[in-house]
Structures are given as structure tokens and as C-alpha cells.
């Protein structure tokens, strides 16, 4: 199925369609075309492509667009593909009917990444609480396995219709 980019808010899921499917299904939606891929990763060139319980891997590069005025990758690009994978790790441990929320994220750049050369981003779950899970993600070459950079994050888990910060049973 092709994946269509969402044009508008109305294009995106509804909260009552996010909360229908368990986490893994979301993102496997998206993955599979069934649901719009991320408006930002359209933006800034990069996709979900692999997703298991507690995993979730990012593909792109950075275009032109990218770049920050002294001519390199600009570092919120590689906090923008980190906390994708990152966030979509923790989605893929919701139960139907949770949600979640990023706290914090941290990224560390351990090289510059030039433009147009193909990373994947892999994000892990490290902890899945009741109402946190922690992940971590790495940002590596697909061609030469370099890593430019690694991340860690804290999300709130939520039960939105109780209102509540909680794991499901």
C-alpha cells in the first residue's frame, strides 16, 4: 500500500483511532502504509522501517534542508530521527488504549553526518513501568556502520480516557 503524506491535522489519526490498536499495530500501520507516515520524517527525510515489540528502526538522510548556517547537519535532525525511533520503541509496548508522551530526551553527536549519506535509527526499550519507560537509540551508517550519534529518553505512559499515568493489566 502506498504510503500517502498527511496534508493536514485532519489527515492524521483521531485520538480514538490511535487508542483502538495496541502500540506495535500503530506503528505497523504506519510502516505498512495503512496510516499516514509521520508528518515530520516527511519533512525532514526520514521513515519507519522495522518495528518489533520494544524496537522500532528509522531509515533517512539528511537533505539540504538540514543544514545549519555554518554548512552541517543541524543537530535537532539527529534529535528529530533519534526521538522518532526512540518514542516509537516505547509505542510498541502500549496495550490498546494507552498513549504516550516524551519528558526528556538527550542526544549526543559523535561525528558530523554528511548530507545525503543513508543512517537507520534504532531505538530500544530499556524500562517499561507503569507510567515510564525508558528507551535508548543509536544512529548509525546503513553503509558503513559508523555511529554519528546515540540518545536516551523517559516517556509518560498515559491512560487517557481515566486520565491517569498507568499500566494496564
Do not use: K
Amino acid at each position: 500500500m502506498p504510503r500517502i503524506p498527511a496534508t493536514s491535522p485532519a489527515d492524521l489519526p483521531g485520538r480514538t483511532e490511535i487508542l483502538a490498536r495496541p502500540g506495535l499495530d500503530f506503528v505497523a500501520d504506519m510502516i505498512a502504509g495503512r496510516l499516514p507516515p509521520p508528518p515530520i520524517g516527511v519533512t525532514l527525510g526520514f521513515a519507519p522501517v522495522e518495528a518489533a515489540q520494544g524496537r522500532a528502526v528509522f531509515a533517512g538522510a539528511a537533505r539540504f534542508e538540514a543544514m545549519n548556517p555554518m554548512g552541517g547537519v543541524h543537530g535537532g535532525w539527529y534529535g528529530a530521527i533519534l526521538d522518532s525511533c526512540m518514542g516509537c520503541a516505547v509505542m510498541t509496548e502500549l496495550a490498546r488504549g494507552e498513549a504516550y508522551t516524551t519528558l526528556e530526551f538527550s542526544v549526543n553527536i559523535t561525528r558530523a553526518l554528511p548530507l545525503g549519506v543513508p543512517v537507520r535509527a534504532v531505538g530500544e526499550v530499556q524500562h517499561r513501568g507503569r507510567s515510564t519507560a525508558v528507551a535508548r537509540g543509536e544512529l548509525r551508517g546503513c553503509d558503513d556502520g559508523r555511529l554519528y550519534a546515540t540518545g536516551t529518553t523517559t516517556c509518560l505512559v498515559m491512560r487517557p480516557e481515566t486520565g491517569e499515568a498507568q499500566r494496564s493489566t
